[in-house]
Each structure stands twice: as structure tokens, then as C-alpha cells.
């Protein structure tokens, strides 16, 4: 039996329909004053009420003022009550601003719109109100992540399913995934099922039938429930469709499967549903969105209308040229070409740096000069300034160089490097190993990984050290010894730990070892890096990368004591004044974003795109990456610079990076080329440098080698370093090996690759060497990244 309609909701239903009924004569009403300020598109958009409609809204095309406008319209118009009226978004703060600018067009609050709100938050709902059906009662609670791994650790426990092996984090994920597609236990593909020996499939049946037993859910439920409530129940799945008269969805290329289910179910009678999104703009297929549910609406919904709102009101006409010349190269695309009113503005800068300190260096300095004004525009405040990265490794470089020169900055969208629990973890390890007085780093160390060491054997901890006047170390090593109340498990996880301690300390101030090949022992001996890579949850990879990218930190100190001092200040240097700030986030955390000036580092193949993404998932993953290049490139307002390096320090080794093949995507009209010609050899992108013929990376070549003037400041002390930027004296900072000078490296002849060390070359075709290398083996290798082995006499004609 269903639940009852409010009072409000069903009044609501009988006036409406009894007003629906009236001749038009009465429900005629003047055009409403909100309608005037709209452009041809958005209007339409706006006006377009009956029937399937989809919107898609370039980036910086006024998306959410139509949307809301829409809103607006319907209750305006008296199409429908504010109750019947399902509006849905992904986060609950879009959601208060949709109702807020709602109440401002129509020039008083809204009231009475139960439905305007998240995914989950409307489910929740429902769900409350049909419970029952699920196995569930009224009162269930909803997990957090962490009940929920506690849960799924008993379970794996009681089956007697080793964790370490088949983490719980995993199967969480793999969960969380399977949800996202709308499958339950019974409809998991069979190749999904191998976990834990192929037992899946049942593991995942009595998680489920343990939340029942619990009267609880995960927020996969809050969708997965209320789908099969839909479609095992067609009396409640009607009674929903006739509630809601009119669906509007926001960021509709962001939906899931289950979403996409839900609903299609509840737009399956009246058909008035309006989607607004951008199929360029998905970017988180990682978390289960689906392009593919915006790219066949039109067919999900035949007759469907699709309005493009393509005139942009953010960016510079060379910004979105560059931006649209990025994103045709995507098949999986509706297509779409953005466009301004704007005239003027400089061209997107396109330059290349030796290695990412250097281009960390003059990124600061750019900005500085931004904020003075001094490039001949009006100045750039430092809160209207952004730098995007592909990874958050990248920030560390950032954030140093701007501690150094006193640059303020804010990491948006997650804590500073130095402040992530990953580093906070092994810095407490270094400080143990340079201070075993260091009680407090102890404390945060002795069971991180786990030890088996309770609250209760660190207490005990505790109060050894304060009755015997000891540090924590040393108290650990008299629990380690037996008859201090320590369990012997215990003891026996203490007494390795304080053995590790003094090895470490013995290496530390021993010659042997060097500060940073310690800093890599005591993670490996400690297990706390192999505790990440047992992790299989999507954050483990990135806080892997942050742990390398912190001992590639370490290298710039004389030790370890030096590197914890320079920590320490830059910690109390981080404290919030209230001050202007740049803003440093990744791709992912800046889109719905705009500012007026923007950097985009790191943009080399391997990093971006993603070699991890282009790998699991091929052209799927490219054309993701692509569209997250769009989403950098369309946050600028006014300035935006593209950079690169030739080197980046990765994984503690120095290695060599062909320019993004973005870059080669980039109309060259558009691009002004700062780094000096033939600094990089064989062309700007990677497709150049590939040797593929006629390639847009050809036409960014020429442009550079018509480049005559450098006038940053940045290069101009880069230039200062390497002496005059004139283009013979710069060539000889890596020589350019084409197709015609390639001959000159002969089979047989002794080469130098800074990654692979020495080798012959076996092999000649065109640009691309066969080499023998004396470690590394027979690689495959572009021409200008060796050098021939006589020339490694430390001059600047070596190339890397």
C-alpha cells in the first residue's frame, strides 16, 4: 500500500488539473520581465517546456541561468506547481543556488519545492516512504565510508578471506561500482566475480543481506533500492510519474547508470524532461559517469529537441579557438563550436621549460609580474590567478618555489603537500629516526601500517615512559622485553619497530647511506609503502606518487635533519592571513570554475594525458583526458599560458618528455610560441616528434622558428642563466635530430640516454634508433634524446 499524499502535494494536483482544464483565455499571462536579458538560444531553451529537451551548454554559456530561468518559467507559467516540479544537481550547495536565484527571478521566495535537490538527497526520500520494499524499516541509517570497510572486514574475516591479499578497500570500490551500474549480486558479469577466488558475487550477497540485518544502507543503495522499487513495484513507480509533471537534470554528462535509470523510469509517461550538460565536459568516468547517457538522449528519447548554447561570456577569442581546436579531435562527441562577442586579448602562450623546477620558477615569476601589471595589461590580482595540474604530485614543486620567493598561495580542493596524511606519515617516521625523543611522531607511527597495538598496549606505552622518566622508544624497548603488561604479539610488533629505529639512526649517521636513499629504506623496511600498495582504493596511487615525489624533495638538502627544519618553517609560514592568494587545484577540483588568469603545467605525454588512464581504458581514456584538457583551457578568462618540460624528476630518476600531443591540437593562429626554436628537437608535440607528417605540431614548429622576441620575465632570466636567446646559441642546448642530420648517428655508433646510460645504436629509421643498451637492454628511442657517448663531457651540447 503507498503512503498518502501531503495535504499540500494532492491539493496542489486537483488545482492544477481543474487550471489545466480552464480555456487558455484564462491561463494566458504577459511575458515575465526575466525572459528580456536572454539570448536567441538560452530563450529557447528557456521556453522549449513540453516534451523531451536537451541543453547543451558550452563551457561559459550561461548553463545555469537558463536552467534556473527554466525553473522559473514552469512556475510562472503555471505549467506546474513548485511540488511537481523534480530538479535535480550533484552537489546540495548548486542545488540552495538554483532555489535562491529562482525566488530572485520571480521576485519572492520560493516555497514548497520538496523535490529541487541531489540524487541521493530526492532517493532518500522515496526511499524513506517505501522502505518496506526494500527490506528496510523507516528509521535505516546510511553508512559512511569507513562503517562501511569496518563491515566488509568482518565479513571477509568470517569467510576467512585474507585482507592483505583481498583488501577491503577493493571489494568497497568494486561495490561501489557495481551500484553505480545499477547490478546487484545476481546480475555481476561473470568476469567481475574473480575477487577473493571468484567469490564475489556471494561476498557481495551477504554484505546486502547484512545491511538489511543492520537496517542500514550505503549511498549506492539510496539509488540501487529505489531503481528496483521502480521497476518491481509499477503502482509506486506511476504514482511518481504523476507527481512529477516536469524533470530537469543538471550536469547531465556526469550521470551514472543508475541514475540514468532512475531516470528514464520517471520520465517514461509525461516525457518532459530537460537534461542540461556538456558531453565535452565529462571528466569522471573514474567514478562511474557515462557519456555515452547524454551522447544517445536524442535516441533514449525520440523527438527530443537538443539547444546549443554556444555563445560564451568568460573567455577571449583566442581561448576558445584554442579550447574548440583541443576538443575536435574527439570522436565521442555531439559537436559543438563555442563563440564570443569579445574582441581582442593575447593568444594562449605556449612555452617549454628545461625541467619542471625551472618551470615552477618562472611560472612564479609570471605571476608576479601579472600582479605588478608590468606585462602591459592591467594588473592580476593573485585570488584571480590559477594554476591547474593534471596530478597533485605537481603541487609540491609549486608550493616550494613559493615558500621560497614568499609568493602566497592556497591549495583548493585537499590539504597542502606537506600537510596530507601520507607525508605527515613519513615525515613522522624521519623525525623518529633523526630524534627518538620524538614522542609525538612515535605515537603517530607505532601501529601505522598495523602492528596489532590497541589503545590500550600505547597507553600502557604511556605510562612506562612517565614512571621511568624514558621517551616512548625506549619504553617500547623495555615492553618489547616482556613484563610490562604488554601482550607478547605485542611485544614481539615493538620489539622489531625499536630494532628498525636504531638501524635507521645507525645509517643516519653512518657515510654509507645517503639521506635519501634512507628516506626510501625506512619507508620499505617499515611497510608503510607497501601498505599503499596493497591499497586498492582509487586514492592509493596518488598518495604513492605524493611519497616519491617527497624523497625527489629530499634531494635538494644536505640531510635529513636540514630537510625536518625546512618542513617545520615552511608549516609555520602557512598560517591563513587573509591575504590575496593564488589558487593551486587539480583539472579535476577546477571545473564550474573561472579565472582570469591561467597555468597549466605538466602538459607531456605520460603525465597528460594520463599514461595510467591511456593504458586501462585506450581511446575511452584518451578522449577522457581530452576533455579534461578542454576543462583547463576553458577556465581562463583572459590570460592563459600552456608549459612543458623537456625533464621531470619522477619516481626519484630523471626522465625525458615528448610535449603533450594536446599541444599539437592547438590551432597555431592562436598560440603565441615563447620557447626559443629547436630547444626540444623535432617539433612541439609528441605527434611531431613521433615523426608524423603534417600534424598540427609541424604548424606550431613554424610558428616557433618565426618567434624572434622573449620578453617574459621569466625567460629573460632563464636566458640570463643560458646566455643570449638567440636561436643558434639556444639549439645548442639539445641538438634537433630530424630525418636528414639522423644519418650522422650511424648503427654502431656509442650513444648516451640520461635514463637508459650508455648503448650502440643497432638500428636507423628515420628519427627513431634501435639501441643496445649496456643496462638496460634494447629499447626503441627518438634521435634527440641521445647523444653520441664522446660528447659526455659536461658541456651544454649534451640533451639532457
Same mark, same amino acid.
Given at each position: 500500500m503507498l503512503p498518502p499524499m501531503s495535504e499540500m502535494e494532492q491539493s496542489e494536483i486537483d488545482a492544477f488539473e481543474g487550471w489545466e482544464s480552464a480555456p487558455l483565455s484564462q491561463r494566458a499571462r504577459p511575458a515575465p520581465p526575466y525572459l528580456a536579458g536572454l539570448n536567441p538560444d538560452q530563450r529557447a531553451a528557456v521556453e522549449a517546456l513540453d516534451g523531451p529537451v536537451l541543453v547543451l551548454a558550452g563551457a561559459g554559456t550561461g548553463k545555469t541561468r537558463a536552467l534556473t530561468t527554466r525553473l522559473a518559467h514552469l512556475?510562472?507559467?503555471? $505549467?506546474?506547481?513548485?511540488?511537481?516540479?523534480? =530538479?535535480?544537481?550533484?552537489?546540495?550547495?548548486?542545488? &540552495?543556488?538554483?532555489?535562491?536565484?529562482?525566488?530572485?527571478?520571480?521576485?519572492?521566495?520560493?516555497?514548497?519545492?520538496?523535490?529541487?535537490?541531489?540524487?541521493?538527497?530526492?532517493?532518500?526520500?522515496?526511499?524513506?516512504?517505501?522502505?518496506?520494499? =526494500?527490506?528496510?524499516?523507516?528509521?535505516?541509517?546510511?553508512?559512511?565510508t569507513d562503517d562501511q570497510l569496518r563491515l566488509i572486514r568482518q565479513i571477509l574475516d568470517a569467510e576467512g578471506i585474507d585482507d592483505k591479499r583481498w583488501p577491503a578497500r577493493l571489494f568497497a570500490s568494486l561495490i561501489d561500482r557495481w551500484k553505480n551500474r545499477a547490478l546487484g549480486p545476481d546480475q555481476l558479469p561473470a568476469e567481475e566475480t574473480c575477487f577473493a577466488g571468484g567469490h564475489a558475487a556471494a561476498l557481495y550477497r551477504m554484505y546486502q543481506e547484512r545491511l538489511r540485518t543492520l537496517n542500514a544502507v550505503d549511498?549506492?543503495?539510496?539509488?540501487?533500492?529505489?531503481?528496483?522499487?521502480?521497476?518491481?513495484?509499477?503502482?509506486?513507480?506511476?504514482?511518481?510519474?504523476? &507527481?512529477?509533471?516536469?524533470?530537469?537534470?543538471?550536469?547531465?554528462?556526469?550521470?551514472?547508470?543508475?541514475?540514468?535509470?532512475?531516470? $528514464?523510469?520517471?520520465?517514461?509517461?509525461?516525457?518532459?524532461?530537460?537534461?542540461?550538460?556538456?558531453?565535452?565536459?565529462?571528466? /569522471?568516468?573514474?567514478?562511474?559517469?557515462?557519456?555515452?547517457?547524454?551522447?544517445?538522449?536524442?535516441?533514449?528519447?525520440?523527438?527530443? +529537441?537538443?539547444?546549443? #548554447?554556444?555563445?560564451?561570456?568568460?573567455?577571449?577569442?583566442?581561448?576558445?579557438? *584554442?579550447?574548440?581546436?583541443?576538443?575536435?579531435?574527439?570522436?565521442?562527441? #555531439?559537436?559543438?563550436?563555442?563563440?564570443?562577442?569579445?574582441?581582442?586579448?593575447?593568444?594562449? $602562450?605556449?612555452?617549454?621549460?628545461?625541467?619542471?623546477?625551472?618551470? *615552477?620558477?618562472?611560472? @612564479?615569476?609570471?605571476?608576479e609580474a601579472l600582479a605588478r601589471g608590468t606585462r602591459g595589461h592591467e594588473p592580476v590580482s593573485l585570488d584571480e590567478t590559477a594554476i591547474l595540474v593534471r596530478a597533485s604530485f605537481q603541487m609540491r614543486a609549486f608550493e616550494d618555489r613559493f615558500l621560497t620567493i614568499g609568493l602566497p598561495y592556497r591549495v583548493i580542493g585537499g590539504p597542502r603537500f606537506y600537510e596530507r596524511m601520507e607525508i605527515r606519515d613519513a615525515m613522522a617516521y624521519f623525525r623518529v629516526a633523526v630524534s627518538p625523543d620524538d614522542g609525538l611522531a612515535?605515537?603517530?607511527?607505532?601501529?601505522?601500517?598495523?602492528?596489532? #597495538?590497541?589503545?590500550?598496549?600505547?597507553?600502557?606505552?604511556?605510562?612506562?615512559?612517565?614512571?621511568?622518566?624514558?621517551?616512548?622508544?625506549?619504553?617500547?624497548?623495555? *615492553?618489547?622485553?616482556?613484563?610490562?603488561?604488554?601482550?607478547?604479539?605485542?611485544?614481539?610488533?615493538?620489539?622489531?619497530?625499536?630494532?628498525?629505529?636504531?638501524?635507521?639512526?645507525?645509517?643516519? +649517521?653512518?657515510?654509507?647511506? %645517503?639521506?635519501?636513499?634512507?628516506?626510501?629504506?625506512?619507508?620499505?623496511?617499515?611497510?608503510?609503502?607497501?601498505?599503499?600498495?596493497?591499497?586498492?582504493?582509487?586514492?592509493?596511487?596518488?598518495?604513492?606518487?605524493?611519497?616519491?615525489?617527497?624523497?625527489?624533495?629530499?634531494?635538494?638538502?644536505?640531510?635529513?635533519?636540514?630537510?625536518?627544519?625546512?618542513?617545520?618553517?615552511?608549516?609555520?609560514?602557512?598560517?591563513?592571513?587573509?591575504?590575496?592568494?593564488?589558487?593551486?587545484?587539480?583539472?579535476?577540483?577546477?571545473?564550474?570554475?573561472?579565472?582570469?588568469?591561467?597555468?597549466?603545467?605538466?602538459?607531456?605525454?605520460?603525465?597528460?594525458?594520463?599514461?595510467?588512464?591511456?593504458?586501462?581504458?585506450?581511446?575511452?581514456?584518451?578522449?577522457?583526458?581530452?576533455?579534461?584538457? /578542454?576543462?583547463?583551457?576553458?577556465?581562463?578568462?583572459?590570460?592563459?599560458?600552456?608549459?612543458?618540460?623537456?625533464? +621531470?624528476?619522477?619516481?626519484?630518476?630523471?626522465?625525458?618528455?615528448?610535449?603533450?600531443?594536446?599541444?599539437?591540437?592547438?590551432?597555431?593562429?592562436?598560440?603565441?610560441?615563447?620557447?626559443?626554436?629547436?630547444?626540444?628537437?623535432?617539433?612541439?608535440? =609528441?605527434? =611531431?616528434?613521433?615523426?608524423?607528417?603534417?600534424?598540427?605540431?609541424?604548424? #606550431?614548429?613554424?610558428?616557433?622558428?618565426?618567434?624572434?622576441?622573449?620578453?617574459?620575465?621569466?625567460?629573460? +632570466?632563464?636566458?640570463?642563466?643560458?646566455?643570449?636567446?638567440?636561436?643558434?646559441?639556444?639549439?645548442?642546448?639539445?641538438?634537433?635530430?630530424?630525418? *636528414?642530420?639522423?644519418?650522422?648517428?650511424?648503427?654502431?655508433?656509442?650513444?648516451?640516454?640520461?635514463?637508459? @646510460?650508455? %648503448?650502440?645504436?643497432?638500428?636507423?629509421?628515420?628519427?627513431?634508433?634501435?639501441?643496445?643498451?649496456?643496462?638496460?637492454?634494447?629499447?626503441?628511442?627518438?634521435?634527440?634524446?641521445?647523444?653520441?657517448?664522446?660528447?659526455?663531457?659536461?658541456?651544454?651540447?649534451?640533451?639532457?
Amino acid at each position: 500500500m503507498l503512503p498518502p499524499m501531503s495535504e499540500m502535494e494532492q491539493s496542489e494536483i486537483d488545482a492544477f488539473e481543474g487550471w489545466e482544464s480552464a480555456p487558455l483565455s484564462q491561463r494566458a499571462r504577459p511575458a515575465p520581465p526575466y525572459l528580456a536579458g536572454l539570448n536567441p538560444d538560452q530563450r529557447a531553451a528557456v521556453e522549449a517546456l513540453d516534451g523531451p529537451v536537451l541543453v547543451l551548454a558550452g563551457a561559459g554559456t550561461g548553463k545555469t541561468r537558463a536552467l534556473t530561468t527554466r525553473l522559473a518559467h514552469l512556475i510562472h507559467e503555471r $505549467r506546474a506547481f513548485p511540488s511537481q516540479i523534480l =530538479a535535480v544537481t550533484f552537489t546540495n550547495k548548486a542545488a &540552495r543556488e538554483m532555489k535562491e536565484r529562482i525566488g530572485a527571478l520571480l521576485g519572492s521566495a520560493v516555497e514548497g519545492m520538496p523535490w529541487l535537490g541531489t540524487f541521493h538527497s530526492v532517493c532518500v526520500r522515496i526511499l524513506r516512504r517505501h522502505a518496506e520494499l =526494500a527490506g528496510l524499516k523507516q528509521n535505516f541509517t546510511i553508512l559512511d565510508t569507513d562503517d562501511q570497510l569496518r563491515l566488509i572486514r568482518q565479513i571477509l574475516d568470517a569467510e576467512g578471506i585474507d585482507d592483505k591479499r583481498w583488501p577491503a578497500r577493493l571489494f568497497a570500490s568494486l561495490i561501489d561500482r557495481w551500484k553505480n551500474r545499477a547490478l546487484g549480486p545476481d546480475q555481476l558479469p561473470a568476469e567481475e566475480t574473480c575477487f577473493a577466488g571468484g567469490h564475489a558475487a556471494a561476498l557481495y550477497r551477504m554484505y546486502q543481506e547484512r545491511l538489511r540485518t543492520l537496517n542500514a544502507v550505503d549511498f549506492g543503495d539510496l539509488l540501487l533500492h529505489v531503481v528496483a522499487i521502480f521497476q518491481h513495484h509499477p503502482d509506486v513507480l506511476a504514482d511518481y510519474q504523476r &507527481r512529477f509533471r516536469y524533470i530537469l537534470v543538471d550536469e547531465y554528462q556526469d550521470t551514472n547508470v543508475a541514475q540514468y535509470l532512475w531516470l $528514464r523510469l520517471l520520465a517514461a509517461q509525461h516525457r518532459n524532461i530537460c537534461c542540461v550538460g556538456d558531453d565535452d565536459q565529462s571528466i /569522471y568516468g573514474w567514478r562511474g559517469a557515462e557519456v555515452g547517457n547524454i551522447l544517445r538522449f536524442e535516441r533514449d528519447f525520440p523527438g527530443a +529537441r537538443v539547444i546549443r #548554447l554556444e555563445q560564451n561570456y568568460r573567455s577571449t577569442p583566442d581561448i576558445l579557438a *584554442a579550447a574548440s581546436g583541443v576538443i575536435a579531435a574527439n570522436r565521442e562527441r #555531439l559537436g559543438k563550436t563555442l563563440w564570443t562577442d569579445a574582441s581582442g586579448g593575447e593568444r594562449v $602562450r605556449l612555452i617549454g621549460h628545461w625541467d619542471g623546477e625551472e618551470e *615552477a620558477r618562472w611560472i @612564479g615569476e609570471e605571476i608576479e609580474a601579472l600582479a605588478r601589471g608590468t606585462r602591459g595589461h592591467e594588473p592580476v590580482s593573485l585570488d584571480e590567478t590559477a594554476i591547474l595540474v593534471r596530478a597533485s604530485f605537481q603541487m609540491r614543486a609549486f608550493e616550494d618555489r613559493f615558500l621560497t620567493i614568499g609568493l602566497p598561495y592556497r591549495v583548493i580542493g585537499g590539504p597542502r603537500f606537506y600537510e596530507r596524511m601520507e607525508i605527515r606519515d613519513a615525515m613522522a617516521y624521519f623525525r623518529v629516526a633523526v630524534s627518538p625523543d620524538d614522542g609525538l611522531a612515535f605515537e603517530r607511527i607505532v601501529n601505522t601500517p598495523k602492528r596489532g #597495538l590497541g589503545d590500550k598496549a600505547i597507553q600502557r606505552l604511556n605510562v612506562i615512559a612517565r614512571e621511568r622518566g624514558i621517551n616512548l622508544v625506549e619504553a617500547a624497548r623495555l *615492553a618489547a622485553g616482556g613484563g610490562e603488561g604488554i601482550t607478547k604479539k605485542a611485544a614481539g610488533a615493538l620489539g622489531q619497530l625499536v630494532a628498525q629505529i636504531d638501524r635507521w639512526g645507525e645509517m643516519l +649517521r653512518g657515510t654509507e647511506v %645517503g639521506h635519501v636513499e634512507l628516506a626510501e629504506i625506512i619507508l620499505d623496511e617499515s611497510g608503510y609503502t607497501a601498505m599503499w600498495q596493497a591499497d586498492r582504493g582509487p586514492e592509493a596511487p596518488g598518495r604513492l606518487e605524493n611519497l616519491k615525489e617527497l624523497v625527489q624533495a629530499l634531494e635538494e638538502f644536505e640531510n635529513l635533519q636540514g630537510f625536518l627544519e625546512h618542513v617545520s618553517l615552511v608549516m609555520d609560514n602557512e598560517r591563513d592571513d587573509g591575504g590575496a592568494k593564488v589558487s593551486i587545484m587539480t583539472l579535476h577540483g577546477a571545473k564550474g570554475l573561472e579565472f582570469p588568469a591561467v597555468f597549466l603545467p605538466g602538459w607531456e605525454d605520460g603525465l597528460f594525458p594520463s599514461q595510467r588512464s591511456m593504458d586501462e581504458n585506450g581511446i575511452k581514456g584518451l578522449e577522457e583526458e581530452r576533455r579534461l584538457a /578542454y576543462v583547463g583551457l576553458t577556465r581562463a578568462r583572459r590570460h592563459l599560458t600552456v608549459s612543458f618540460a623537456a625533464n +621531470r624528476h619522477v619516481y626519484g630518476r630523471w626522465q625525458s618528455a615528448l610535449p603533450s600531443r594536446f599541444i599539437d591540437e592547438l590551432p597555431p593562429e592562436t598560440v603565441e610560441v615563447l620557447t626559443p626554436p629547436g630547444l626540444y628537437g623535432g617539433g612541439f608535440g =609528441a605527434a =611531431a616528434a613521433q615523426g608524423a607528417q603534417g600534424t598540427p605540431g609541424s604548424r #606550431l614548429e613554424r610558428a616557433a622558428a618565426e618567434a624572434s622576441t622573449y620578453n617574459s620575465p621569466g625567460w629573460k +632570466r632563464m636566458a640570463d642563466r643560458r646566455g643570449s636567446p638567440d636561436a643558434a646559441r639556444v639549439r645548442t642546448a639539445r641538438p634537433t635530430v630530424t630525418e *636528414a642530420t639522423a644519418t650522422h648517428l650511424d648503427a654502431g655508433t656509442r650513444v648516451f640516454h640520461q635514463k637508459f @646510460g650508455y %648503448g650502440r645504436i643497432t638500428g636507423v629509421d628515420g628519427d627513431k634508433l634501435t639501441v643496445e643498451f649496456e643496462k638496460a637492454g634494447e629499447k626503441k628511442v627518438v634521435a634527440s634524446y641521445v647523444a653520441p657517448a664522446e660528447k659526455q663531457d659536461g658541456s651544454d651540447d649534451i640533451p639532457f
